[in-house]
């Protein structure tokens, strides 16, 4: 895969490594993807490499996503009923250690939402981390052995869809850093 | 009380995700997830009043979803989830100027009522 990948486009791999080494995934998967867009599409070598880290960002985006809502749903519904305008009701779901992870991973997650914003247009990175639905929903079928209604099947094809869609778009379309605020 | 929840859930999602992608162009692109990035990401940030904007939406609709959670289930959020993921992506080509043609339309459209569909 790494020949094939310096054979198509200089020698991305070398560059990227320190995102893909930093988030501790070896994206083998993502290679393969990223070359057949770049061969699809004539890319150059920068664009490869932005599209690349782009992927990275999203799979973390996804990943601590659908972590952080699942250990914070279970610390919610173990603290019991919360509908209240002052915030120190609120503060009793931190002595529950489920809640506790799960806003820690949240924590990641806005962050790397943060930086992919950063890189990326919003009506792209909406549908594309939308995958976090798909990754629920299998999740649930196959380890937890959720039952999945056909309504439910056709919820996760067409998510699905618009994922393949909004990733066939520049994942970019405005214009580049401006480096002061308003 | 549960659809005023998810009233302001949908709305100060939509301003809050806006904000932060305004703030977050203007702070320029983030290039790895190195922490000594991350820390001056976040200094940034802490000077960035698109940004601190967003979060103070966001964390408005953080909590009103706390709230749905402890009171009914997930699915319960989800309409109104459904029809911001159409409002995000409206604001982005009009608000933040993205060029929004018919794939992104499509996988707007495919993903809200994917979504909606999951709830059943």
Not at chain 1, 144 to 158: K, N, V
Not at chain 2, 47 to 70: D, H, I, K
Request: aromatic share 6%; net charge positive.
């Amino acid at each position: 895969m790494r020949q094939r990948d310096g054979g198509l486009s200089g020698n991305p791999a070398k560059i990227d490594n320190s995102l893909l080494t930093t988030v501790g995934i070896e994206s083998s998967l993502s290679d393969s993807v990223s070359n057949l867009i770049a061969a699809k599409s004539g890319m150059n070598s920068d664009t490869h490499v932005h599209r690349r880290k782009t992927q990275v960002l999203v799979a973390l985006v996804v990943v601590t996503n659908v972590l952080g809502n699942a250990f914070l749903s279970r610390g919610m519904h173990q603290v019991g009923r919360i509908v209240s305008l002052s915030p120190t009701d609120y503060l009793r779901a931190f002595a529950n250690p489920s809640a506790i992870a799960g806003i820690l991973i949240l924590i990641v997650w806005m962050l790397s939402d943060l930086a992919l914003l950063s890189r990326a247009d919003l009506s792209f990175v909406l549908p594309v981390t939308a995958s976090a639905y798909v990754l629920v929903a299998l999740v649930g079928h196959f380890f937890l052995h959720d039952h999945i209604s056909w309504q439910r099947w056709t919820g996760i094809l067409l998510i699905t869809g618009g994922v393949i869609l909004a990733e066939e778009t520049p994942e970019r379309t405005t214009n580049g850093k401006r480096e002061r605020l308003l | 009380m549960k659809w005023l929840l998810v009233g302001i859930i949908a709305l100060c999602n939509t301003i809050g995700d806006v904000l932060n992608t305004a703030g977050m162009k203007r702070q320029g692109e983030v290039e790895d997830l190195k922490p000594r990035t991350l820390a001056a990401m976040v200094k940034k940030i802490v000077r960035n009043p698109l940004v601190l904007g967003g979060f103070a939406a966001l964390a408005v609709s953080f909590f009103a979803l706390l709230s749905l959670l402890s009171i009914t289930t997930v699915s319960f959020a989800v309409p109104a989830t459904a029809i911001s993921y159409l409002l995000e992506t409206l604001l982005a080509k009009y608000v933040l100027g993205e060029d929004v043609r018919w794939r992104r339309w499509a996988a707007a459209t495919l993903v809200a009522g994917g979504v909606f569909m999951l709830s059943f």
